[in-house]
């Protein structure tokens, strides 16, 4: 008897290979499978693969095998598998490592920062101006590159959403979809948060607010961190303050950052809605009826986030910054802790440069009056209210 064989795929889930004896080729080997010294089944090296009736003379290719185990190996220990041929003295050994340890990150990790700076804005606003600005203090981690679009926090505060949403089995996942491949790209809300597991509804609620919402948004906090840790590092900003993102004024996002980091400092840059439109209108070649809307309906949530906003929120005029750009960006870090740096002037009009629709920052300012006709200029009477609470005037 010659035989032979290997073991060429080892996982926590089963083991694959082949197996065959020279003298005898045609008749499979059986096997007992053996984990760290306990029998957990038996196999046959039957099943075809091509290019192995090329073993031995004669041989048909049906000398492979495939063995699911009965529970998955842990990931955690070390295993040793072992085929023992039941007719043979040959034994097929592989050993499977455990998964490597969890580095726990140092207390003192010099390029780890502590929460996040919103900079929260409608589009065709100026964000990537104050992000460039941001990105140029030495303690505050940007990533990416311009125009900034990188939103770790948002992401996480939606997925944040999903999760600590109670069951919808009509519009989001039934208990028995929940693995359904239809579903393979999308995850819906939790189909067992529901309230007969807890008797009531207040159990429920506090179950969801107290243990769901708690753990969950500090294990998504501690990854958004440990990322902006790695970009600071790539950019060897040492002791940073703060990361900074963009978001637009739209609640969940801001509310589920703010769940996540009770220490969020957020800058609001609003900008006339009249420019806004004429911007849109030249840039992305959007219609004024649905630029108008769009308009109407950020200028709402701006308002919105004025008359609930505290101390941890600082807003700030697209118009300021453009016309008083270095007194409007000392203050913006004297608001968030941090000392002042030379502002750029040269970058911050090369950004225009490439983002902006009129020929100088300062001529976008007013635009409205030179591209909107006397008709679409007409219709913003009915923004009075909303224009003066942002700090803008009907003329």
């Keep these: 008897m010659r035989p032979r064989g290997y073991i060429d795929d080892l996982t926590r889930f089963r083991v694959d290979g082949w197996a065959a004896d020279l003298d005898d080729v045609n008749n499979p080997l059986a096997f007992g499978v053996y984990v760290d010294g306990n029998g957990c089944g038996e196999l046959a090296a039957d099943q075809y693969r091509p290019g192995l009736e090329q073993a031995a003379p004669g041989a048909n290719g049906r000398h492979a095998f495939s063995f699911y185990f009965p529970a998955?190996?842990?990931?955690?220990?070390?295993?040793?598998?072992?085929?023992?041929?039941?007719?043979?003295?040959?034994?097929?050994?592989?050993?499977?490592?455990?998964?490597?340890?969890?580095?726990?990150?140092?207390?003192?990790?010099?390029?780890?920062?502590?929460?996040?700076?919103?900079?929260?804005?409608?589009?065709?606003?100026?964000?990537?101006?104050?992000?460039?600005?941001?990105?140029?203090?030495?303690?505050?981690?940007?990533?990416?590159?311009?125009?900034?679009?990188?939103?770790?926090?948002?992401?996480?505060?939606?997925?944040?959403?999903?999760?600590?949403?109670?069951?919808?089995?009509?519009?989001?996942?039934?208990?028995?979809?929940?693995?359904?491949?239809?579903?393979?790209?999308?995850?819906?809300?939790?189909?067992?948060?529901?309230?007969?597991?807890?008797?009531?509804?207040?159990?429920?609620?506090?179950?969801?607010?107290?243990?769901?919402?708690?753990?969950?948004?500090?294990?998504?906090?501690?990854?958004?961190?440990?990322?902006?840790?790695?970009?600071?590092?790539?950019?060897?900003?040492?002791?940073?303050?703060?990361?900074?993102?963009?978001?637009?004024?739209?609640?969940?996002?801001?509310?589920?950052?703010?769940?996540?980091?009770?220490?969020?400092?957020?800058?609001?840059?609003?900008?006339?809605?009249?420019?806004?439109?004429?911007?849109?209108?030249?840039?992305?070649?959007?219609?004024f009826e649905e630029a108008l809307s769009d308009a109407a309906s950020t200028t709402r949530r701006f308002l919105e986030i004025k008359a609930a906003a505290d101390e941890s929120v600082l807003f700030l005029r697209y118009e300021d910054f453009v016309l008083q750009p270095r007194e409007t960006v000392a203050a913006l870090f004297r608001f968030v802790g941090l000392a002042p740096v030379a502002y750029d002037e040269a970058e911050m009009g090369r950004l225009f440069g490439r983002h902006g629709t009129s020929r100088t920052p300062v001529e976008s300012i007013g635009r409205w009056r030179r591209e909107l006709t006397s008709q679409q200029q007409a219709r913003f009477a009915a923004f009075a209210p909303a224009l003066g609470g942002l700090g803008y005037a009907m003329e």
């Design 72 to 287: 998955p190996l842990s990931p955690y220990r070390r295993h040793m598998v072992e085929l023992r041929c039941i007719t043979t003295d040959l034994v097929l050994r592989q050993e499977l490592p455990p998964l490597h340890p969890v580095a726990m990150p140092r207390a003192d990790d010099l390029y780890r920062p502590h929460g996040p700076i919103l900079v929260t804005s409608g589009g065709r606003s100026g964000s990537t101006a104050i992000m460039e600005a941001l990105r140029t203090h030495p303690r505050v981690v940007v990533a990416g590159k311009p125009p900034y679009e990188v939103e770790m926090g948002c992401y996480y505060a939606h997925a944040l959403r999903a999760l600590t949403a109670t069951a919808d089995h009509a519009r989001s996942l039934a208990p028995d979809r929940v693995t359904d491949m239809a579903h393979y790209y999308r995850l819906g809300f939790n189909p067992y948060l529901e309230v007969f597991s807890f008797g009531s509804w207040p159990a429920l609620r506090e179950f969801v607010s107290d243990n769901v919402a708690g753990r969950v948004g500090g294990a998504f906090r501690g990854i958004i961190l440990d990322y902006y840790q790695g970009v600071a590092r790539q950019q060897d900003k040492r002791m940073p303050a703060a990361f900074a993102e963009k978001t637009l004024p739209e609640p969940d996002s801001r509310f589920g950052i703010r769940h996540m980091f009770g220490n969020t400092r957020e800058i609001v840059l609003v900008r006339d809605p009249r420019d806004v439109v004429a911007s849109f209108m030249q840039h992305g070649h959007v219609p």
